[in-house]
Structure formats: structure tokens, C-alpha cells
């Protein structure tokens, strides 16, 4: 039970992650970066459009999505193929209980906690649009912030890598020079890691998908019926590309 209590806190808390990360990435880009370029005249008029335009948009769809997989409703057919004993319900065979939501999950593939929910059936797709948005908007910024991070720790030089790698200790042993040099090295940490993780993640759900299995099913091993595109994200595929569309 305590470790249940644990992960429900978790639960609680670790949703905010995504909200402040999209605040102070915004902050960063806008108030930090882009005053930066403007200052050094290295900032085009159409560059910053179509930074603006292709940026904005994945992250907005991004953002968009990790809405939708959070507060679409779990739908749960009454087929009596097995009864949980501690919903007190008949589901489907492949409906599972999921300790921190509280409720039998149809399809349920993980508890993911930085969307604060279960991901199933009723909302894997989104899942799916949200992380390939958030990794395609990772790399847009990074592209357009990079030149600042470099040079801010001394420029794209073999020197400058023991310096972004071993920030924490070159700033006691002192061949990282300033508090802000350890910051910006931070700040290249901080995008490698979301677009490592959430390629990770991507990579593995979209597999699944394909293979048209669970978590659970994939680890034992069970196989079921291959999907398409159609059968996980529905026969208008171009409304994928359309902004906040209804799937």
C-alpha cells in the first residue's frame, strides 16, 4: 500500500513537469536567445518566421495532444470475458487494473506520470501524435538555440565538449569559468535528455502499436493481430497534419 501512496503522490506531481518545461522553454527562446541574435544582427527577418511558423506549430499540436490523452475518457465495453476483483466489474479480456488510476484500463499499454494517466485503447493515438510532435519541435529549438549555446561556452571546439559533458566538476576544478557557463551547459543536458527519452518512448509504443500489443503482451510474448496506421489513427490520415483537428 505504501508504495501505491507513493506512486499516486508521483502521480500528482510529476504532470507539472511538462507545463514548466514548455514555460521556460518559451522563456529561454523568446527573452533570452532571440534578444541575443537581434543584438548581434543575426536574426533574418524570414528566418525568424519560419522558426516561429514550424516551431510553434509542433509544439502547439504537441501540447494539444498531451491534453487529449490526459482527459479522453476511458470507454470500457461490459463483455463478460473476465471480472475484476477489485472493480467489481465484468470487462474485457484485455482490460487491465491500474493501481494508481483507480479504474480497469481497456488495452492498457503503461502509467505514463508526466500526462497523469494510463495510456489504453482510448487514447494511444494521442499519446503517439504527442511525442513525435514534442521530439520534431526538440529539434527545431535546438537547431535555432544551438549557436547561442556554443558559443556562450566558448564555441564548437574540441575544448568546449569536457565543458558541456563535465559541467558540475569543471566548475570546482575551474575550467568552467562562470556560474552561467555551468547554466548553459545544463541547458544542453536538458534537450538531450527529453529528445532521448521521448524518441525512446515513441519508438516503443509505435512499435507495439504496429504489432498491435500491450506492454504486458509484448513482455510475455503473446502475439496479436499487426496494425496499420488506419486501424491506430482512423482513415483521415491527413487530418493528422491539419492543427488541433478531431480525430
Known amino acids: 500500500m505504501k508504495k ?16 514548466l518545461g514548455l514555460i521556460y522553454a518559451l522563456y ?19 528566418m525568424y518566421i519560419v522558426f516561429n511558423l514550424s516551431f510553434l506549430y509542433f509544439f502547439s499540436q504537441g501540447y494539444f495532444n498531451l491534453i487529449r490523452t490526459t482527459f479522453t475518457r476511458v ?20 482490460s487491465y487494473h491500474c493501481y494508481v488510476c483507480q479504474q ?7 502509467h ?30 535546438y537547431a535555432f538555440v544551438a549557436e547561442f549555446l556554443w558559443q556562450e561556452v566558448g564555441g564548437l571546439r574540441l575544448i568546449s565538449i569536457p565543458k558541456v559533458l563535465f559541467f558540475n566538476i569543471g566548475y570546482i576544478l575551474g575550467f568552467v569559468e562562470t556560474k552561467w557557463q555551468a547554466w548553459i551547459c545544463l541547458h544542453h543536458y ?6 532521448a527519452f521521448i524518441s525512446r518512448l515513441f519508438y516503443q509504443i509505435m512499435r507495439r502499436s504496429l504489432n498491435g500489443q500491450t506492454q504486458y503482451e509484448e513482455r ?23 492543427p488541433f483537428s478531431r480525430l
Open 104 to 110: 480497469c484500463i481497456l488495452q492498457r499499454d503503461h
Open 4 to 19: 501505491v501512496y507513493l506512486l499516486r503522490s508521483l502521480n500528482c506531481l510529476s504532470w507539472s513537469y511538462a507545463y
Open 220 to 242: 510475455k510474448m503473446i502475439r496479436k493481430n499487426k496494425q496499420n496506421f488506419k486501424q491506430i489513427f482512423g482513415d483521415n490520415l491527413w487530418k493528422l497534419f491539419i
Open 112 to 141: 505514463c506520470f508526466f500526462v497523469s494517466t494510463c495510456i489504453g485503447k482510448h487514447n494511444q493515438k494521442y499519446f503517439i501524435l504527442m511525442l513525435g510532435h514534442l521530439i520534431i519541435a526538440h529539434l527545431i529549438g
Open 28 to 46: 529561454f527562446i523568446y527573452f533570452i536567445v532571440v534578444p541575443s541574435y537581434k543584438n548581434d544582427n543575426r536574426l533574418s527577418l524570414p
Open 75 to 94: 470507454k470500457l465495453n461490459s463483455n463478460k470475458d473476465k471480472f475484476c476483483q477489485i472493480c467489481c466489474k465484468y470487462l474485457c479480456e484485455r
Open 190 to 195: 536538458l534537450v538531450y535528455f527529453d529528445v
